[in-house]
């Protein structure tokens, strides 16, 4: 019967967990390299995104984090694919784009030669909001709404655009005034300047609300 390389090689990953060919060729004395590639890719190996891919391990073996990474003593593996890919998925993927000093973190390493040389790609874009270097999607619609959505203002919380004491005399009125309706307390608000969209809105979130 033929050696089943492939079953011994999943069985060798499953118990060690990352492998390199150095230690893979030691467990398969006189098998070329080529043969071990091509085992590798029966077995549906993935190399690691740091150290020049020389890392291998199952993606049914490796624990990705919410971000799709895995990190196993010095070795880092995407789900993405390699580091190029899983930069492309991760900027294409954010709603504002994402710095280096944001992408650091996540990956684990440095990128800035490896973000110049995507940009020369066409791969991502790289815009400069506020001087500092922000890289979007290569999609032109795409890449201006993250660009938008960089330099536009944080959004206020609804108590901070209504503010908390009009929720306050609102909510007063209604509980003085049982069944009461959004046109009525504008009528008994607007000569304090209230408009008619802040009290539907106040009606809508704490008085509507509440009978569903």
Not at 43 to 72: M, P, R
Not at 162 to 184: F, K, M, W
């Amino acid at each position: 019967m033929a050696r089943d390389y492939a079953a011994e090689l999943r069985a060798l990953f499953c118990k060690e967990k990352v492998l390199d060919l150095t230690t893979i060729s030691r467990n398969f004395p006189g098998r070329s390299r080529t043969s071990l590639v091509r085992d590798l890719r029966k077995v549906g190996a993935i190399a690691s995104y740091n150290h020049c891919g020389k890392h291998y391990t199952l993606k049914e073996i490796a624990e990705f984090d919410g971000q799709g990474i895995w990190q196993y003593g010095d070795a880092l593996f995407s789900d993405h694919g390699n580091l190029k890919r899983t930069i492309q998925t991760m900027v294409d993927n954010s709603s504002s784009g994402l710095t280096h000093n944001e992408l650091q973190p996540t990956l684990r390493l440095r990128t800035h030669d490896v973000l110049r040389e995507m940009v020369k790609q066409n791969k991502i874009v790289r815009a400069d909001v506020h001087n500092n270097y922000v890289y979007v999607s290569a999609d032109a619609e795409a890449g201006q709404k993250q660009v938008e959505a960089r330099v536009a203002p944080p959004q206020q919380s609804f108590a901070a655009q209504t503010g908390p004491l009009l929720i306050i005399e609102v909510l007063s009125y209604v509980l003085r005034n049982p069944g009461t309706t959004a046109d009525a307390a504008h009528s008994h608000f607007k000569g304090a300047g209230v408009s008619q969209g802040e009290v539907e809105e106040i009606f809508e979130r704490y008085v509507d609300g509440k009978k569903n």
